[in-house]
Nanobody, 128 residues
Framework: QVQLVESGGGLVQAGGSLRLSCAAS????????MGWFRQAPGREREFAAA????????YYADSVKGRFTISRDNAKNTVYLQMNSLKPEDTAVYYC?????????????????????WGQGTQVTVSS
């Protein structure tokens, strides 16, 4: 079992930055691809970013590409999401996820039931 706990969310003005963290416990995440999803009010949860288990490759949704950066520190069992140039449409609950499937497959996978582990989510609100 893997437990994921997100932190770092909050309220920020448009154009600002936030850094989310996802701390894993229970077992090492070094063999898992890790990623972030987000769910805006009234919308389905959607993929935002993923990183391979080795941190050698990263993948992004078009909506965040060039503004968000995902990284991981396997020694600290932690994944990060640096969010820059934030827009009001980035307002959502952000969820950390872990899965054994390659990170390269995450952007195109349908549904959410394939994800092994979820965090509880952290709210990000971007004001205009």
């Amino acid at each position: 079992q893997v437990q994921l706990v997100e932190s770092g969310g909050g309220l920020v003005q448009a154009g600002g930055s936030l850094r989310l963290s996802c701390a894993a416990s229970g077992r090492t995440i070094s063999s898992y691809a890790m990623g972030w999803f987000r769910q805006a009010p009234g919308r389905e949860r959607e993929f935002a970013a993923a990183i391979s288990w080795s941190a050698g490759s990263t993948y992004y949704a078009d909506s965040v590409k060039g503004r968000f950066t995902i990284s991981r520190d396997n020694a600290k069992n932690t994944v990060y999401l640096q969010m820059n140039s934030l827009k009001p449409e980035d307002t959502a609950v952000y969820y950390c996820a872990a899965d054994r499937l390659p990170g390269s497959s995450w952007p195109s996978r349908a549904g959410l039931s394939w994800v092994d582990y979820w965090g509880q989510g952290t709210q990000v609100t971007v004001s205009s």
